[in-house]
């Protein structure tokens, strides 16, 4: 009898197995599915949204973001645990974790950046989609003129602290790529620490601070460990923190409030990159309009001296005069552009080095989000609304985005 119970009980555990494999590689294939498709149409992010009978699939292109499908309910632990299980996650918890992976559709290498976020009703995953060998450089992410000019000094310094903060969807990590790659020169050494919630990354910065590179460049710089111990490095290496915030005084003001040593960041502190982005018209099937006279009105109001705005756009494109039109999305699309009217982003960056009334505000701590603000906006190289606007004008991107 005794041998009987034990020989169900092995079926029983043998089928369960059986059911998990096959589940596993149900959610594999699903997966595969998703990330294939979000490839296809050009998604620079994928995310899993649960909710209380489905989830919901949503795809950010050209920095929108765009549901995609409905999938069933029943679907999502085991393509969460998928996911997971590619970038080597903890299953059993549910606190939030970071981790990656790659992998090969259709021929593509891609890097995929996985993000678990704990809800009630279910895990929220957020898997940011980037090329494993992005070619892409500044000048075609969008930095132009006077704003790629200074960069490229900054980036030639010998020490010091550069801040590079980006809002969600502006393509952050493909300009901390193209930086990299701009810094990979035979007389060189650059290392790469990547900032995690699961791991220690102050650790990892004092193990690459060892073989004493010439530029670090931090991905996800928060935290007072890790921050304390990039301005420290800042005095004798150019140290690129990465950081994800809505402005750039909101990034600097973190960063002052978690650093110990004030005097030090306001020492090393070179200055802040922000870089927003807005969907690039698709060249095929754009629409152009005349400009009207409130337009024109609104161009004269904020910009009543029109010389630098005129010499950063001859500077850029090579044209004697701004043109008198602007161009909208063409609603239906075309092949060209998967019938979206947009065909990539395009980035919109400010640049404003470090004044010395901005250091001085670091160290006698009395810095805060609008006397930031008011310091970074006065040094901006180029403000951000004026390239903005040359870009407009020049038929990257739409009218109305000017406007928002």
């Given at each position: 009898?005794q041998?009987?119970?034990?020989?169900?009980?092995a079926?029983?555990t043998?089928?369960?197995?059986s059911?998990?494999?096959?589940?596993?590689?149900?959610?594999?294939s699903?997966?595969?599915?998703?990330?294939?498709?979000?490839?296809?149409?050009?998604?620079s992010?994928?995310?899993?949204e649960p909710?209380?009978t489905?989830?919901?699939?949503?795809?950010?292109?050209?920095?929108?973001l765009l549901?995609?499908?409905?999938?069933?309910?029943?679907?999502?632990d085991?393509l969460?645990?998928?996911?997971?299980?590619?970038?080597?996650l903890?299953?059993?918890t549910f606190?939030?974790?970071?981790g990656?992976?790659?992998?090969?559709?259709?021929?593509q290498?891609?890097?995929?950046?996985?993000?678990?976020?704990?809800?009630?009703?279910?895990?929220?995953?957020v898997?940011?989609l980037?090329?494993?060998?992005?070619?892409?450089?500044?000048?075609?992410l969008?930095y132009?003129?006077?704003?790629?000019?200074?960069?490229?000094?900054?980036?030639a310094?010998p020490r010091?602290?550069?801040?590079?903060?980006?809002d969600?969807?502006?393509?952050?990590q493909?300009?901390?790529?193209?930086?990299?790659r701009?810094?990979?020169q035979?007389s060189?050494?650059?290392?790469?620490?990547s900032?995690?919630t699961s791991?220690?990354?102050?650790?990892?910065?004092?193990l690459?601070l060892?073989?004493?590179?010439?530029?670090?460049?931090?991905n996800?710089?928060?935290?007072?460990?890790?921050?304390?111990?990039?301005?420290?490095a800042?005095?004798?290496?150019?140290?690129?923190?990465?950081?994800?915030?809505a402005s750039?005084?909101a990034?600097?003001?973190?960063?002052a409030?978690?650093?110990?040593?004030?005097?030090?960041?306001?020492?090393?502190?070179?200055?802040?990159?922000?870089q927003?982005?807005?969907?690039?018209?698709?060249?095929?099937?754009?629409?152009?309009?005349?400009?009207?006279s409130v337009?024109?009105?609104?161009?004269?109001?904020?910009?009543p001296?029109?010389?630098?705005?005129?010499?950063?756009y001859r500077?850029t494109?090579?044209?004697?005069?701004?043109?008198?039109?602007?161009?909208?999305?063409?609603?239906?699309?075309c092949?060209?552009?998967?019938?979206?009217g947009?065909n990539?982003q395009?980035?919109?960056?400010?640049?404003?080095?470090?004044s010395?009334?901005?250091?001085?505000?670091i160290?006698?701590?009395d810095?805060?989000?609008?006397?930031a603000?008011?310091?970074?906006r006065?040094s901006?190289?180029l403000?951000?609304?004026?390239?903005?606007?040359?870009?407009a004008?020049?038929?990257?991107i739409?009218?109305?985005?000017?406007?928002?």
């Amino acid at each position: 009898m005794q041998r009987v119970v034990y020989a169900a009980s092995a079926k029983i555990t043998n089928r369960l197995e059986s059911l998990d494999k096959r589940g596993s590689r149900e959610a594999d294939s699903l997966l595969q599915l998703l990330l294939r498709d979000a490839i296809k149409r050009r998604a620079s992010s994928l995310h899993l949204e649960p909710q209380t009978t489905s989830t919901i699939v949503r795809l950010r292109i050209d920095g929108r973001l765009l549901r995609s499908k409905i999938i069933s309910k029943h679907l999502h632990d085991p393509l969460v645990a998928a996911i997971k299980r590619q970038a080597e996650l903890d299953d059993q918890t549910f606190l939030p974790q970071n981790g990656s992976f790659t992998i090969e559709i259709a021929h593509q290498p891609t890097s995929i950046h996985a993000t678990c976020l704990p809800t009630l009703i279910g895990e929220r995953i957020v898997l940011h989609l980037e090329p494993a060998e992005p070619t892409t450089s500044l000048q075609q992410l969008g930095y132009w003129g006077s704003p790629l000019t200074e960069l490229g000094r900054w980036l030639a310094l010998p020490r010091g602290l550069i801040l590079l903060v980006g809002d969600h969807g502006s393509q952050l990590q493909q300009t901390s790529a193209a930086i990299m790659r701009l810094l990979q020169q035979p007389s060189l050494r650059v290392a790469h620490v990547s900032g995690s919630t699961s791991r220690q990354p102050s650790a990892k910065l004092n193990l690459a601070l060892i073989d004493n590179p010439d530029v670090i460049l931090i991905n996800n710089l928060s935290g007072s460990d890790l921050i304390d111990t990039a301005v420290s490095a800042a005095a004798s290496h150019l140290v690129i923190g990465v950081t994800s915030a809505a402005s750039a005084e909101a990034a600097l003001l973190e960063v002052a409030s978690w650093a110990s040593d004030q005097y030090s960041l306001s020492r090393f502190l070179v200055g802040v990159v922000f870089q927003s982005s807005e969907a690039l018209l698709c060249p095929i099937c754009r629409q152009v309009h005349p400009l009207s006279s409130v337009q024109q009105k609104l161009i004269s109001t904020h910009y009543p001296d029109m010389g630098e705005l005129l010499g950063h756009y001859r500077s850029t494109y090579g044209l004697p005069s701004i043109p008198a039109a602007c161009y909208s999305r063409e609603p239906k699309g075309c092949k060209a552009c998967h019938h979206s009217g947009t065909n990539g982003q395009i980035a919109i960056p400010e640049i404003s080095p470090a004044s010395i009334r901005l250091k001085r505000l670091i160290i006698n701590g009395d810095i805060s989000l609008r006397t930031a603000q008011s310091e970074l906006r006065k040094s901006a190289i180029l403000k951000s609304d004026a390239d903005h606007l040359t870009k407009a004008l020049a038929g990257h991107i739409e009218w109305r985005s000017l406007a928002a």
